[in-house]
C-alpha cells in the first residue's frame, strides 16, 4: 500500500487536493510550423506543432465540405522511465484520436474544404496527465497558428486518491490512486469536450471532481491567453486575442 494522503491532508508532493501543479506555457515555439507551443505541467513536458490548412496528404482523405484534423499524439522513447516501443504504440493511436476529437469541437473546419490541419503532439516528458496537457498546448498551437476556433480548449485530470478527489493528478498518484478522470473543456462555451474515467468514484465525486476542473480550466485557458498575449506583444487589458 503507498500512501498517497499525509496526516495533513496534502499529497505526495506537498500540494493541497486542490492544487494544479506548477504550469509553464509558451506560444510560437517552434520555427517550421505554423503554430506551435509548449508546456510544463509539473514533470510533464510537451510540444505541440500545427501546420495548415494545407493540401490534404494522401489526397483520397480530402473532404469536400470541411477540412481533415489530423492529431498525432506521440510519446518521445526517453520521456518515461521504461523501455517504450519505437513506433506508434495502441495508447498512442487512441490518444491521437481522443485528442482529435476534443479539438475538431471548436475548429471551424468548415471554413477549409478540401484541406488538412495537422497536429502533432509530442510528450518530451511524461509525469501524468500527458493527454490532458497534450490538449491544451495543441489548443494553444492552433491558435497560435491563426486557425479560426469558437473557443480555446484546455484540460485537466481529477482523480481519487485515499478517497481524497483530487486535481491534476500526478503519475504516482494515477498509477496507485483509485480513480483518473481527465476533462477537457471549451469553458467559454459552457462545454465539455472530453470526459474519461478510469477507476470507481460516486457520482456525487464525479460531480464535486467536474467542478474542481471546471475552475482549473478556465484558469489554465487564462495561461493560455497570457502565452498568445506574450507571443503576440499584446499587453493585459488590450485587444482580445
Ligand atoms: P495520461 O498521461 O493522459 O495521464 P495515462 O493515464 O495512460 O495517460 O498514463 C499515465 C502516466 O503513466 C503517463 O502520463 C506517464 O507518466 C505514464 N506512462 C504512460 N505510458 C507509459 C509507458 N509506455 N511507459 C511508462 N510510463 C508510461
Given at each position: 500500500m503507498v500512501r498517497l494522503i499525509d496526516e495533513n491532508g496534502l499529497r505526495i508532493d506537498g500540494r493541497r487536493?486542490?492544487?494544479?501543479?506548477?504550469?509553464?506555457?509558451?506560444?510560437?515555439?517552434?520555427?517550421?510550423?505554423?503554430?506551435?507551443?509548449?508546456?510544463?505541467?509539473?514533470?510533464?513536458?510537451?510540444?505541440?506543432?500545427v501546420f495548415g490548412p494545407r493540401e490534404v496528404h494522401p489526397k483520397h482523405l480530402e473532404l469536400p465540405d470541411r477540412a481533415v484534423l489530423n492529431c498525432r499524439y506521440h510519446m518521445a522513447s526517453f520521456s518515461v522511465d521504461e523501455r517504450k516501443p519505437l513506433g506508434m504504440t495502441r495508447r498512442e493511436i487512441e490518444l491521437s484520436k481522443v485528442l482529435r476529437e476534443a479539438l475538431e469541437t471548436v475548429v471551424f473546419l468548415e471554413e477549409f474544404p478540401r484541406m488538412m490541419i495537422d497536429v502533432f503532439v509530442e510528450v518530451v516528458q511524461a509525469d501524468g496527465g500527458t493527454r490532458t496537457a497534450?490538449?491544451?498546448?495543441?489548443?494553444?498551437?492552433?491558435?497560435?497558428?491563426?486557425?479560426?476556433?469558437?473557443?480555446?480548449?484546455?484540460?485537466?485530470?481529477?482523480?481519487?486518491?485515499?478517497?481524497?478527489?483530487?486535481?491534476?493528478?500526478?503519475?504516482?498518484?494515477?498509477?496507485?490512486?483509485q480513480a483518473d478522470m481527465p476533462v477537457a473543456m471549451a469553458p467559454r462555451l459552457g462545454s465539455i469536450v472530453l470526459l474519461q474515467l478510469n477507476g470507481m468514484m460516486t457520482t456525487e465525486e464525479i460531480e464535486k471532481g467536474l467542478d474542481m476542473a471546471?475552475?482549473?480550466?478556465?484558469?489554465?485557458?487564462?495561461?493560455?491567453?497570457?502565452?498568445?498575449?506574450?507571443?503576440?506583444?499584446?499587453?493585459?487589458?488590450g485587444e482580445e486575442v
Amino acid at each position: 500500500m503507498v500512501r498517497l494522503i499525509d496526516e495533513n491532508g496534502l499529497r505526495i508532493d506537498g500540494r493541497r487536493p486542490d492544487q494544479l501543479r506548477p504550469i509553464k506555457m509558451e506560444a510560437g515555439v517552434l520555427e517550421k510550423s505554423d503554430g506551435s507551443a509548449y508546456i510544463e505541467v509539473g514533470g510533464t513536458r510537451i510540444y505541440a506543432a500545427v501546420f495548415g490548412p494545407r493540401e490534404v496528404h494522401p489526397k483520397h482523405l480530402e473532404l469536400p465540405d470541411r477540412a481533415v484534423l489530423n492529431c498525432r499524439y506521440h510519446m518521445a522513447s526517453f520521456s518515461v522511465d521504461e523501455r517504450k516501443p519505437l513506433g506508434m504504440t495502441r495508447r498512442e493511436i487512441e490518444l491521437s484520436k481522443v485528442l482529435r476529437e476534443a479539438l475538431e469541437t471548436v475548429v471551424f473546419l468548415e471554413e477549409f474544404p478540401r484541406m488538412m490541419i495537422d497536429v502533432f503532439v509530442e510528450v518530451v516528458q511524461a509525469d501524468g496527465g500527458t493527454r490532458t496537457a497534450g490538449i491544451t498546448a495543441a489548443s494553444l498551437a492552433l491558435a497560435d497558428a491563426g486557425i479560426p476556433m469558437a473557443d480555446m480548449v484546455a484540460a485537466t485530470a481529477v482523480g481519487k486518491v485515499d478517497g481524497v478527489i483530487v486535481l491534476d493528478i500526478n503519475e504516482a498518484e494515477d498509477k496507485y490512486g483509485q480513480a483518473d478522470m481527465p476533462v477537457a473543456m471549451a469553458p467559454r462555451l459552457g462545454s465539455i469536450v472530453l470526459l474519461q474515467l478510469n477507476g470507481m468514484m460516486t457520482t456525487e465525486e464525479i460531480e464535486k471532481g467536474l467542478d474542481m476542473a471546471g475552475n482549473a480550466i478556465k484558469h489554465i485557458q487564462q495561461l493560455q491567453i497570457e502565452a498568445l498575449r506574450r507571443r503576440y506583444h499584446i499587453e493585459a487589458g488590450g485587444e482580445e486575442v
